[in-house]
């Protein structure tokens, strides 16, 4: 098997102290991710998917069972060392893109760089790179008011990338989209996962963007459901994506 991005094992989270209401958000999950994989997280409002990527992206902490990103096990490690690994390891695309308006474009996508203390001569290589990748060049002096919203989301994929971080986390990020930005984003995290090589995990509703993963994890009340693996084209993985989802209960509710 190839190198792991990502290693869940026997994960759970009960939200709410001893003696206060408990709540057990995430059962016994456990699955592993290869580098280089894309793969979509689905399941019903309150399922457990959030709690899920914020656990795995260090926000949060598991009550028991262990993440392991690009080898390392994130589990136990102390609040400072979180926050260097996290911003080395992990790039993150949010759904309201969370793009600072007091800063260019260019900006903008060298900030993870600029907090890391990277040096000013070696971030703007890395920033054209990106930009490069993602179409956006003629745009880095702009502010993020003056672009559309389909840019905004391509320098959001590039603020993500620029570090070349081991794994991308984003959560819902077409939700608040038309259908014709959110095809736009799903075909630069494809072109992201393609060219660059970037291991990405993807939280949708929508069964059209989650076509595009190559594997899709299904959770329903905190638990892995099922899984299915893209084989063949995407509009069948589409058709296979609403199939499981007419197998479960409430399917309004996806
Ligand atoms: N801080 C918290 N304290 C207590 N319970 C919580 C907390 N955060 C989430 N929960 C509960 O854990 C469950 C899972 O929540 P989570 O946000 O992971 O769902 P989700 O699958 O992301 O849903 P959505 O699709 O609506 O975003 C829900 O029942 C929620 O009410
Ligand atoms: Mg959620």
């Excluded at 209401?21 to 309150?46: D, P, R």
């Excluded at 260090?58 to 390392?72: E, F, M, P, Y």
Aim: proline letters at 3%; charged letters at 20%.
């Amino acid at each position: 098997m190839a190198q792991s991005v990502l290693q869940v094992n026997h994960l759970n989270k009960v939200y709410g102290k001893r003696k206060e209401t408990q709540y057990h958000a995430l059962k016994n999950i456990s699955f592993a991710m290869k580098q280089g994989e894309f793969v979509g997280i689905m399941g019903a409002s309150g399922a457990g998917k959030t709690t899920l990527l914020n656990v795995i992206s260090t926000l949060d902490q598991a009550s028991s069972g262990s993440v392991k990103i690009a080898g390392t096990d994130i589990t136990n490690m102390k609040q400072n060392q979180l926050a260097d690994f996290r911003s080395q390891q992990l790039g993150f695309i949010f759904q309201d893109f969370n793009l600072l308006e007091n800063l260019t474009v260019y900006e903008n996508i060298a900030l993870p760089l600029s907090l890391q203390g990277v040096a000013v001569k070696n971030i703007k290589p890395s920033v054209l790179k990106v930009a490069k990748n993602l179409g956006i060049e003629e745009i880095l002096p702009k502010y993020p008011v003056t672009i559309s919203g389909g840019q905004k989301q391509r320098v959001a994929a590039a603020r993500a990338l620029v570090h070349e971080p081991a794994l991308i986390l984003a959560d819902e990020p077409t939700g608040a989209l038309d259908s014709k930005n959110a095809k736009s984003l799903m075909e630069t995290f494809v072109h992201m996962n393609e060219n660059l090589g970037t291991s990405i995990m993807l939280v949708t509703h929508d069964p059209l963007s989650a076509s595009y993963c190559q594997r899709i994890l299904f959770i329903q009340d905190g638990q892995l459901y099922k899984e299915i693996h893209r084989t063949h084209k995407r509009n069948e993985f589409h058709q296979a994506i609403l199939d499981v989802l007419s197998e479960i209960n409430k399917p309004n509710e996806w």
